[in-house]
């Protein structure tokens, strides 16, 4: 167990509404996977200053000016994803494999003429599955003294008797855990013997405690039902998710002299996103005996969108008689319109002197049977990236490229523009810069054969001390987080080329650490975690893409 000291002001920083998304959803959006074509990918992305290949068209627009023929390509793959998660003694292992279209574009290359300074003017369109959210996740293990429900009572301090008369689901100052945690029979407000407005009866008696004093109920301080002589016990949680981020990309690109190129790209993105979560909690004696008691809590999102960006790049090769290549690009942020539609199911089981009794709360019960769905505005960080490119002769290409993301500078707004300041602040408290190396090279055997290589790391986009924190009000039900670490990619590839036909095959393997936690909750002016979770997510693809240039 661990506490986290969050600013006291920052529980101020909240505002009425949904208050649906969090600082994870946003990175998880705002990131993208190493994915185009097969050559691309074969050299770790590093394609920047080189140029010459349309997935360039999404890091450095100029990329495209490079080409002196058309060019129409398609791109297929198959993954297979892994997780593995150890909390204590305890490792669960899953995976999932998949079939996908990753890319098509084509490229429409123009001669000006030779002895003007502007040598080509060349189009391009492509389409390139940018992220794959398809990844399924398990755990299980001891709690200890640390329940969910212990957050759901700490989001509660404050709703009086009158509101609960309300529909709790469809109340601003009522967040879902609550109410989930309350008609589920989880958390009740504090029994004291303090005089407030709320005798605690029973068969409209007041009750007294041993010593005859009589008891009120105080609704200023809401406690779980888990009580002090039990414990809790993740008896399963699991996520599903699903889905992913389309970009298409429009390109037009200039070369100057054959030693300056120049490349705009407008790109719009689609967000298809679906999670799933199941968090099973048992609660247990000391001894570590099942009570009988318990609950599992179901969660499921949706989140789609639509965002576009534009895309400015610059490759020059600042001396004539060599080689040498070095490319700039700046990436705008994306500019996203967000629709997020969620749904919760609890079921409780819990003993009433001595009775068993079980407890169904699902949300469509109280928004006749539909998801509650909430729009907003998201901007992703501005991008930097500068590369360099070498060639030796025909037969040796060397790429090597830097790219920074500030993540802290993601923004979330309402859907009439207005700042949602709670997502906001939390992204500039949790996130950081993204550091980016990718290398790559290929080598020529013969001239219609190349082997490639390529390498990438990615730096952390969280602080040490980030946590997932919820405004009272949230409609989130999805308390798990995970603090993923730097991400590394190593890439192979072969290349056929022939008078018009070319075939490319590459291997990617990517392997992330993480720090999983089902739940955080507050505790005075900090933030108390469980246990820790370590995560291992691997990633195994292979890349086919067919091309034909002419």
């Known amino acids: 167990m661990k506490k986290r000291m969050i600013l006291a002001t920052f529980a101020t920083c909240m505002c009425v509404g949904a208050m649906a998304q969090t600082v ?17 990918v074969g050299m770790g992305g590093a394609l920047g200053a080189l140029g010459g290949d349309i997935s360039t068209i999404g890091t450095n627009p100029a990329g495209i000016g490079i080409y002196r023929s058309n060019d129409l390509m398609l791109s297929a793959s198959y993954s297979l994803t892994g997780t593995e998660s150890t909390l204590g003694s305890n490792k669960y292992s899953m995976s999932k494999a998949r079939w996908n279209f990753d890319n098509m574009g084509f ?8 002895r003007t300074s502007l040598r080509y003017v060349n189009f391009a369109f492509n389409y390139q599955k940018v992220k794959s959210f398809d990844r399924n996740m398990g755990t299980e293990g001891n709690l200890g003294r640390y329940s969910q429900t212990f957050l759901m009572a700490s989001m509660s301090d404050g709703i009086g008797e009158d509101m609960w008369k309300d529909n709790p689901f469809n109340h601003n100052e009522i967040g879902w855990l609550s109410a989930l945690g309350h008609e589920g029979g989880l958390i009740a407000p504090d029994i004291t013997t303090k005089k407030t407005d709320y005798p605690y009866k029973e068969n409209g ?12 109920l105080d609704y200023g301080h809401y406690v779980s039902v888990l009580g002090s002589e039990n414990t809790a016990y993740m008896r399963e949680f699991k996520s599903r998710e699903t889905g992913g981020i389309n970009d298409y990309n429009f390109n037009v690109a200039f070369n100057f002299n054959d030693r300056f190129y120049l490349g705009f790209t407008l790109g719009i993105s689609d967000v298809d996103y679906n999670k799933y979560t199941l968090y099973d909690e048992d609660f247990r004696t000391n001894s570590g005996e099942s009570t009988g008691s318990g ?16 895309k400015v790049g610059a490759i020059l090769r600042p001396f004539e008689d060599s080689p ?16 997020w539609a969620t749904s919760a199911r609890l079921v409780s089981d819990l003993f009433r002197y001595d009775k068993p009794i079980t407890t169904t709360v699902d949300s469509y019960d109280y928004l006749n049977n539909g998801d509650l769905k909430f729009e907003y505005q998201m901007n992703t960080p501005w991008t930097y990236n500068v590369s360099l490119g070498y060639t030796v002769g025909s037969q040796l290409a060397l790429g090597a490229e830097y790219e920074y993301k500030d993540y802290a500078t993601t923004k ?3 859907s009439d523009g207005s700042n949602m300041k709670w997502q906001t602040n939390e992204s500039k408290m949790c996130l950081k810069g993204v550091h980016a190396l990718r290398l790559g090279a290929e080598y020529k055997v013969i001239p219609q054969f190349a082997l490639r290589a390529g390498y990438n790391y990615i730096s952390s986009a969280f602080k040490s001390d980030a946590v997932k924190v919820f405004p009272v009000e949230s409609v989130n039900s999805d308390t798990d987080f995970t603090n993923l670490q730097s991400m590394n990619n190593y890439t192979l590839g072969i290349g ?13 393997y990517s392997v992330q650490k993480g720090d999983f936690y089902p739940f955080t909750y507050k505790d005075g002016n900090t933030y108390v975690i469980p246990e820790v979770t370590k995560v291992t997510n691997t990633r195994s693809q292979v890349l086919f893409t067919l091309g034909m240039r002419f």
């Open 496 to 508: 056929y080329r022939g008078k018009l036909l070319y075939a490319d095959l590459a291997y990617k």
């Open 205 to 216: 008696v007041q009750l007294t405690d041993k010593d005859g004093n009589p008891l009120y």
């Open 324 to 339: 040498f290549r070095l490319g700039l690009a700046l990436h705008t942020p994306t500019f996203y319109q967000m629709t």
């Open 295 to 310: 609950y599992i809590l179901e969660s499921f999102n949706k989140l789609t969108g639509v965002g576009f960006d534009f």
């Open 107 to 114: 490229v429409y290359s123009t001669k000006i003429g030779d």
């Open 412 to 414: 979330f707004k309402y």
């Open 24 to 40: 994870y959803d946003g990175m998880n959006i705002s990131s993208k996977d190493l994915n185009g074509t097969a050559r691309f």
